[in-house]
């Protein structure tokens, strides 16, 4: 009976050991990265957090976008969130700079201007670019800063890159 009792308790402390270790582990994915960024900053000074799922708002926020990118690229977005910090301090754009890291083992960094120059002081963007071959691409995260404005927009999805070249 001793050594039942004794399995037992071992078993619970396995177990207890390994969902410590599964609750501490880094994000698995890019939603999951956002969120523990939003979830860092959203009460940070200058700093605007907007984060949108299903709903009224993101079908707005996706009307809005539309123009600009195209109704078929925005299609299968199925969330969006904006980390606005034009007027945060040099301290807090660094930190994000530097959060934007833990993306790169989930996504692929692509350089949208292929070399030429920009205005931007900063851009970074991000894919998943495991289905580029049927023209979609998914979790796309572009981190935009100039002189007047600092954004971080990230879109969860399916979208539709064959949309942008027409």
């Not at 890291?101 to 692509?110: C, G, I, M, V």
């Not at 070399?115 to 963007?125: H, L, P, Q, T, W």
Request: proline share 2%; aromatic share 4%.
């Amino acid at each position: 009976m001793k050594s039942l009792i004794k399995g037992l308790a071992m078993l619970a402390a396995l177990v207890m050991l390994g969902v410590g270790a599964l609750h501490a582990a880094e994000p698995t994915t890019p939603s999951a990265v956002m969120s523990k960024i939003v979830e860092k900053y959203e009460d940070t000074d200058d700093v605007m957090c907007l984060a949108v799922g299903r709903g009224l708002t993101l079908e707005m926020l996706k009307m809005n976008l539309n123009k600009s990118l195209g109704k078929a690229f925005m299609k299968g977005v199925k969330g969006i969130t904006i980390i606005e910090y034009s007027d945060a301090s040099a301290q807090v754009c660094a930190a994000l700079r530097k959060d934007l890291n833990a993306f790169t083992s989930l996504l692929e960094e692509l350089d949208p201007d292929d070399g030429k120059g920009s205005k931007n002081e900063y851009k970074r963007v991000l894919a998943n670019m495991k289905d580029v071959e049927s023209g979609k691409i998914s979790d796309f995260v572009i981190a935009i800063e100039d002189e007047e404005s600092k954004i971080i927009m990230y879109m969860e999805g399916d979208l539709d890159i064959t949309a942008l070249k027409n």
